[in-house]
């Protein structure tokens, strides 16, 4: 259902778990993680004390609890409210945001604490999206190492520097599916796939909260955008969402269950709108699934001022119905609409919200302040802050981290002889071309917290440190948009001087990616594919290297440049992670989580689609159709079905060799499985393992991510064509076979069926244990009643 996976564990143990998460409350887990008594979600002292609380408190107390304003820079449409300092002495506000200073805070703090009536503090929040000062990857790059514990650790270090600034709550991980790159927040996520997603949910989690949340340095995750934000039509962002049931609990829910089942004590509303109903209003997705279903006794926060535009949704004609509708359906704590402020406490009072509701909401939000210890420790030390920032640790976790997250897409020989990468080192000069060389404000990516272009490290600092000025001719070649014929001509100059090409090219981060950037187009922008056409005609060696927050449909680039990678925006550790992996210090590893398009027609892509009842039999559909082929299949009659790469893709400098998977079982019964489902535990151990031997066929060690999908067939709903369901990674010096062995639990082959019930039924299964969603050989099981 929604598996956990502990990647350190798996790697030690080589096994894979795939371990179903029973329905248990969020403060059962929390509880689980503070160590010693400490307070907790569900800890009778904070019962007791809120209870105490709550008693004093006024109606308009209570409300000011539920209001959350942007205090610092501002990241949207705002309510242009400034007099913060007198509500917060009148007990009005219960959070901020956009702060990002532990001065500032503590300004703040001091008049919540000292100032106010019942001295309850106040809770501060930022975007920690992808590190916090020390950036790491965009959350697509750190996804794409597929390595849960690196994202753990990376969440560890901006939970580390952002308390040292004050904030104890991240707007993050973002868990939505993305299956659009026109949608300009997949840049923000895990990419498009449940299991991979629900992994880095809880990776994020455990990362941000520590071992417990009250400890100095842990933050409240706060998982986002729920629900179904990343299926906007179109992928324009904020566009309306139509998602079945089923298609919701299959495939958009599992990674927000698991950061919940993980501990996060809050959760974000999203902007959408989701079957009409929209998600800051709606009580389907909120009171039923979130509360009732899952248990969740935290926070659920509106997105910025998403509870104001229900009426822009059409479903409130004025702020006071739009305040009530966005109340009842589950919206705790308002966030920059100040309706909440403007309106609750009215509608208390004239019945149309009962004061138990409010004293619930009131009870959440303080359940959280409580569990973050802020009630002993509001303050936060203003003169260790500038010590934690930037720790030689982190920088080298970041360099480590963008290394990992690298996706070799083409690797050719375009003489004929051994591959393009690793360059060599006896290369005497090298032309570095394009707009994103030496670009230290793109390195960092969107949602950049306090991160500062002076902490990037470009790869045209790196690469001339490595080789020397003298070996390196710089030239921009184009602006990302704009630029002039006479910066072509240039480049053009330095490559036709030079053995080899890199050309770092790509989209503007904060212009082109994460919110508010959606594209219809996925080319290059401006004029990068003239520089990029114009520097291969010069027929020197080319390296591309592509600096983006989605895949790009470049056909042309993959047919004709010898070798491309994916870069993302690899944040502070850039130069350095792209040097070392272009002279092989690094066999790139990294692979996609999401499917590369050839065109953007063929959007949304995934690979995890259903079969339609007009597959193509024996036609291939990897090509246009032929005269004689039959017509009437699901295909485009210009474009090839098949993605340029599919999810999971990501070559390397070595080669791997996978043997046909085995088996342990050919028969397995749905009602034992379905017994172990409803036993639940977080490791109910195999139904089923299945192995494969993986051998590196190269000449350089390298690490694999090996993948394992499930096909269920014969079942009651149509399900996807393959279905991650295990991953690890093994380590393979050259020449070495390792059998490498996934302990399948019987959530693999359990799912959302026609009664809206996640079961087993009977089926045929086929497993394969491949390198990718579509490479490999399965194996068949039978699943009988
Ligand atoms: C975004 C959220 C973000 C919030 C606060 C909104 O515009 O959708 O992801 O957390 O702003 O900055």
């Known amino acids: 259902?929604?598996?956990?996976?502990?990647?350190?564990?798996?790697?030690?143990?080589?096994?894979?778990f795939c371990s179903p998460v029973p329905a248990q409350t969020v403060s059962s887990t929390i509880a689980a993680r503070a160590a010693g008594g400490r307070p907790s979600l569900n800890d009778p002292k904070s019962e007791k004390k809120i209870a105490a609380l709550l008693e004093k408190m006024t109606l308009e107390e209570k409300v000011g609890q539920l209001v959350q304003y942007s205090a610092g820079q501002?990241?949207?449409?705002?309510?242009?409210r400034t007099d913060y300092d007198s509500m917060i002495r009148k007990g009005e506000v219960g959070a901020l945001f956009n702060i990002t200073t532990a001065r500032q805070a503590n300004e703040y703090q001091r008049i919540a604490v000292e100032q106010s009536r019942l001295h309850i503090p106040l809770l501060f929040g930022l975007d920690v999206i992808h590190g916090f000062r020390t950036e790491f990857p965009i959350p697509l790059g750190l996804a794409s190492s597929w390595d849960p514990r690196l994202v753990e650790q990376a969440a560890r270090v901006a939970a580390r520097e952002a308390s040292a600034s004050g904030i104890r709550w991240a707007f993050s991980p973002m868990v939505d599916i993305a299956r659009d790159a026109r949608w300009g927040r997949m840049a923000e996520g895990s990419g498009e796939d449940p299991y991979l997603g629900s992994a880095m949910a809880s990776a994020y989690v455990r990362g941000y909260q520590g071992t417990r949340l009250d400890a100095a340095d842990s933050i409240a995750a706060c998982p986002k955008h729920f629900v179904g934000y990343g299926a906007a039509e179109g992928g324009r962002d904020y566009n309306s969402v139509e998602l079945s049931e089923h298609t919701l609990r299959q495939f958009y829910l599992p990674p927000f269950q698991a950061a919940i089942q993980e501990g996060a004590p809050t959760l974000m509303s999203a902007f959408n709108s989701l079957n009409a109903v929209p998600?800051?209003?709606?009580?389907?997705?909120?009171?039923?699934?979130?509360?009732?279903?899952?248990?969740?006794?935290?926070?659920?926060?509106?997105?910025?001022?998403?509870?104001?535009?229900?009426?822009?949704?059409?479903i409130a004609n004025d702020g006071a119905t739009a305040a009530q509708k966005a109340f009842l359906a589950g919206v705790d704590m308002d966030m920059a609409s100040s309706l909440y402020h403007d309106h609750l406490a009215e509608l208390v009072r004239s019945r149309a919200v009962p004061e138990a509701s409010v004293d619930e909401a009131v009870r959440r939000v303080l359940r959280v302040k409580i569990a973050l210890g802020l009630f002993e420790h509001p303050f936060t030390d203003e003169a260790k802050e500038a010590s934690a920032m930037l720790q030689p640790e982190s920088l080298a976790l970041a360099r480590t981290a963008a290394e990992r997250s690298l996706v070799l897409l083409k690797n050719a020989a375009p003489l004929g002889g051994a591959p393009i990468l690793p360059l060599s080192t006896q290369t005497r000069t090298i032309a570095l071309v394009g707009p994103l060389a030496d670009d230290q404000n793109n390195m960092l990516g969107s949602w950049a917290a306090k991160g500062r272009a002076e902490d990037a490290v470009t790869l045209r600092t790196s690469l001339t440190e490595k080789l020397g000025s003298d070996r390196v001719r710089y030239a921009k070649g184009t602006e990302i948009i704009g630029g002039s014929d006479?910066?072509?001509?240039?480049?053009?100059?330095?490559?036709?001087?030079?053995?080899?090409?890199?050309?770092?090219?790509?989209?503007?981060?904060?212009?082109?990616?994460?919110?508010?950037?959606?594209?219809?187009?996925?080319?290059?922008?401006?004029?990068q594919q003239q520089l990029l056409e114009k520097i291969v005609a010069t027929g020197k060696p080319a390296v591309l290297l592509l600096f983006s927050g989605r895949p790009l449909t470049l056909p042309w680039a993959f047919e004709n440049v010898p070798a491309v990678l994916a870069a993302w925006f690899p944040g502070v550790g850039a130069g350095p992670a792209l040097v070392r992996t272009l002279f092989g210090d690094v066999n790139p590893s990294g692979k996609l989580v999401v499917s590369w398009p050839r065109a953007v027609g063929q959007e949304p892509l995934y690979y995890d689609a259903l079969s339609t009842g007009r597959p193509a039999g024996n036609i291939d559909l990897t090509r246009p159709p032929k005269s004689g082929d039959d017509k009437y299949v699901s295909r485009y009659i210009d474009e090839p079905n098949t993605p340029q790469f599919p999810f999971g893709y990501g070559l390397s400098y070595s080669n791997y060799r996978y043997g046909q998977p085995r088996i342990s079982k050919g028969q397995l019964s749905a009602r034992?499985?379905?017994?172990?489902?409803?036993?639940?535990?977080?490791?109910?151990?195999?139904?089923?393992?299945?192995?494969?031997?993986?051998?590196?066929?190269?000449?350089?060690?390298?690490?694999?991510?090996?993948?394992?999908?499930?096909?269920?067939?014969?079942?009651?709903?149509?399900?996807?064509?393959?279905?991650?369901?295990?991953?690890?990674?093994?380590?393979?010096a050259s020449g070495e076979t390792k059998k490498v062995t996934f302990r399948v639990g019987p959530d693999a082959f359990a799912f959302w069926n026609d009664q809206n019930k996640f079961a087993v039924e009977p089926a045929r299964a086929t497993i394969w244990v491949s390198a990718d969603s579509t490479s490999g050989s399965g194996v068949t099981l039978e699943i009988t009643k």
């Open 1 to 16: 259902m929604n598996p956990l996976l502990l990647r350190s564990a798996v790697l030690a143990s080589s096994l894979l």
């Open 74 to 80: 501002a990241t949207g449409p705002g309510t242009g």
């Open 279 to 314: 998600a800051s209003a709606n009580p389907f997705t909120l009171n039923q699934i979130l509360r009732k279903e899952w248990g969740f006794q935290g926070i659920v926060d509106s997105d910025w001022t998403s509870i104001v535009e229900l009426i822009a949704h059409g």
């Open 486 to 527: 006479d910066q072509i001509a240039e480049a053009v100059r330095a490559a036709e001087q030079s053995d080899v090409v890199i050309l770092a090219l790509g989209e503007d981060a904060p212009g082109m990616t994460g919110e508010a950037a959606s594209r219809a187009h996925l080319g290059l922008p401006g004029r």
């Open 672 to 732: 034992t499985l379905n017994e172990q489902l409803r036993a639940g535990g977080r490791a109910p151990g195999a139904a089923v393992e299945v192995s494969a031997e993986i051998t590196n066929t190269g000449t350089r060690a390298g690490e694999e991510t090996v993948q394992l999908y499930v096909r269920l067939q014969g079942t009651s709903v149509a399900l996807p064509v393959r279905a991650l369901s295990g991953f690890q990674g093994v380590t393979l």
